[in-house]
């Protein structure tokens, strides 16, 4: 059981958590400190080793060129997409890699994104080891919406090297919207998802309706957040105390004060900065309002509206008055002048029912506990992963509802019996992208009795139905007595997980000329089958009418049929050419048993 759980992980550009879902409930984990937020900071010690979270925050006064912060502003990215202005604001120095870029630490050492993250993610994972007593290997790890493919994979190789399975890679503003919209199932609601936090800024317009979560659009900046607050507030307190130059170590504390003032100026209205002993034995001292503040902020809180109203456009028909709530996330909503500006922008009560801090690890939890199996009530998939469908005679795959339709869903089609007298009907429920029924995964099995009767009698009518939840249900009716068989498939309609989706729709290209190949002979084969019986039956009747040249040229026909029946070859155009042969040879005869018929 232990092995299965999954954890549920925000690596955040500032700070990062980690969540599980426990007896039902979504929770985020403490470390031995009780703190449930460790800072996205690792500090590498001459000897080699690292640091992570509250203790790399210590030691960066210290070590301010050892300790990286805010890597995920460069992870999974090319040297020459990262703006002069980044490298500027950054204490270490980044340089381009073979791949991607490296950061130097001395001479001899050096490090990367990939690797920083790998070491917070590996600080997580001992947080949620220590919190539950065991080993843990499978996480389910959110980015920002906007995070590229190469900025996903780079995150899910972070991971790997820190020992964890990547289950899903979640985006940010989704798993917002699950922890707001975990006890609203029943409602229908379009919400918007507003997150602001150290360095990413992500707008989200989601629909939840019956326990779905659909994402209408997204839009957002990669490159926008706390930090750049941080950023124009400390040219603000340089510009003040007039000083031109700066060494790494001043604009870092610089930096520090800045972040403090900011915090601090969200629930109070004045603020003073003091930077002690800051060149030799100066000291400086300034105060500064909320107000002053504002202003300074201002145009970067400003860079959030055209998101905004992108992603508001990008929404058909999904104009800010269709939104029912805007959900505000991520550490910097607790500006009051983002709030205010959010109002005034949208005239729209900015929803705060979210912890900032917490909501996107409790989202990361709740879909692991959904992976796992913990939380069933919720669905985040909106589509079928694979087809679903139901095995026919000789052996093929029958599809109902096909790959990637929305659900809810409902499909059926008619069947009737492959062979006279059949007495039941199996209806064997399957799942996959196979041509034949063996290849994929049988689901579920029911069998329909009936009053045996003539080849092509009985009618039974199949219908699956995927409700919102994922749980398939198979409806089966006899159209002769009405009667209802009813086969219940819990969660695995939908529930897969993504590398069993890949692996089946690559087997399924890789074997798609063999498969087709094989669904081409069954259904010749199936047709041979037939026949052969009913010339059979048919020259036993009137055979006896035909000249000998048209029954020695059905004979040879139906031995030629045979012949390529049992052969191992399987030559399927020499099949289908001895069935219309043979079809042909025994036009006469049809004929004469009409006649016969009729008599
Ligand atoms: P991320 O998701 O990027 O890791 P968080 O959501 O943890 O970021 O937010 C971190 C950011 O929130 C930092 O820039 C921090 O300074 C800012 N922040 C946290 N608390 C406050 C506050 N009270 N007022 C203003 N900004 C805050
Ligand atoms: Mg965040």
Same mark, same amino acid.
């Given at each position: ?13 500032? $700070?990062?958590?980690?969540?599980? @879902? ?30 992570? *979270?509250?203790? =790399? ?5 210290? !070590? ?42 001395? !001479?001899? +050492? ?34 920002? &919406? ?24 979640? $985006?940010?503003?989704?798993?917002? &919207? ?12 379009? @919400? ?14 989601? +629909? ?72 030799? $034995? ?55 002048? #983002? ?25 990361? =939890? ?10 069933? !009530?919720?669905?985040?998939?909106? #589509? ?37 007298? +059949? ?32 080849? *092509? $009698? #009985?009618?039974? *009518? ?138």
């Amino acid at each position: 059981m232990n092995e299965d759980l999954i954890i549920g992980i925000d690596l955040g550009t500032t $700070n990062s958590l980690v969540g599980v @879902v426990d007896s039902g409930f979504p929770l985020i984990l403490a470390d031995e400190d009780g703190e449930r937020l460790t800072p996205s900071v690792v500090t590498y010690l001459k000897d080699g080793s690292a640091v992570t *979270g509250r203790e =790399a925050v210590r030691l960066r006064k210290l !070590e301010p060129e050892r300790t990286i912060s805010s890597v995920k502003r460069f992870i999974g990215r090319p040297f020459d997409q990262i703006s002069t202005d980044q490298i500027a604001a950054s204490d270490y120095k980044i340089q381009p890699a073979s791949i991607g870029i490296e950061i130097p630490l001395s !001479e001899t +050492q050096t490090t990367s994104p990939i690797e920083v993250s790998a070491e917070i993610l590996r600080r997580l994972k001992t947080v949620a080891e220590t919190a539950l007593g065991h080993k843990v290997s499978r996480a389910v790890v959110t980015v920002p &919406a906007y995070f590229s493919n190469s900025q996903r994979e780079a995150t899910k190789s972070a991971a790997e090297s820190a020992g964890l399975t990547v289950e899903r890679v979640l $985006n940010e503003p989704t798993a917002a &919207a699950l922890a707001y919209g975990l006890d609203k199932l029943d409602e229908q609601q379009t @919400v918007a998802v507003y997150d602001l936090g150290g360095g990413t800024f992500d707008l989200s317009i989601l +629909q939840m309706k019956e326990g779905l979560f659909e994402v209408v659009s997204t839009a957002g900046d990669t490159q926008l957040g706390g930090d750049d607050l941080d950023l124009v507030i400390a040219k603000e307190i340089q510009r003040r105390l007039k000083l031109d130059e700066l060494t790494t170590s001043e604009s870092s504390r610089i930096r520090v004060a800045a972040c403090e003032a900011k915090e601090s100026l969200s629930s109070s209205d004045t603020h003073l900065i003091r930077l002690p002993f800051f060149r030799g $034995n100066e000291s400086f001292e300034t105060e500064i309002s909320q107000s002053e503040i504002e202003a300074i902020m201002l145009p970067v809180i400003e860079r959030t509206r055209s998101i905004c109203r992108r992603a508001f456009a990008e929404a058909q028909n999904k104009g800010v008055d269709s939104i029912d709530h805007l959900i505000l996330v991520g550490g910097s909503t607790r500006i009051p002048l #983002v709030r205010r500006s959010l109002e005034e922008w949208f005239e729209i009560i900015p929803n705060l029912s979210q912890h900032p801090d917490e909501a996107v690890a409790l989202g990361a =939890a709740i879909q692991a506990g959904i992976l796992c199996g913990r939380v069933r !009530e919720v669905l985040l998939v909106d #589509v079928t992963p694979l087809s679903l469908g139901i095995e026919t005679f000789g052996g093929l795959m029958n599809v109902i509802i096909p790959r990637n339709s929305t659900i809810p869903a409902k499909a059926g089609e008619m069947f009737t019996n492959a062979v006279a007298n +059949q007495e039941i009907i199996a209806i064997r429920v399957l799942q996959g992208e196979r041509e034949m029924a063996r290849d994929n995964w049988l689901l579920g099995e029911i069998e329909i009795p009936f009053q045996p009767g003539p080849k *092509g $009698n #009985v009618r039974v *009518g199949v219908q699956f139905e995927i409700d919102h939840n994922g749980i398939l249900e198979v409806l089966s009716r006899n159209t002769a007595t009405d009667e209802d068989h009813i086969l219940k498939i819990e969660s695995s309609a939908v529930d897969v997980d993504d590398s069993s989706v890949e692996r089946m729709v690559s087997e399924s290209i890789d074997h798609a000329f063999d498969d087709m190949n094989e669904r081409i002979w069954t259904e010749a084969r199936m047709k041979s089958e037939e026949l052969l019986p009913a010339v059979e039956s048919a020259l036993e009747l009137v055979g006896s009418k035909l000249p000998e040249d048209e029954l020695a040229e059905i004979h040879e026909a139906a031995a030629l049929v045979k012949g390529i029946l049992t052969s191992d070859l399987k030559d399927v155009p020499a099949l289908k050419q001895a069935n219309d042969t043979l079809d042909e040879a025994t036009q006469t005869l049809a004929a004469l048993l009409v006649e016969a018929a009729f008599k």
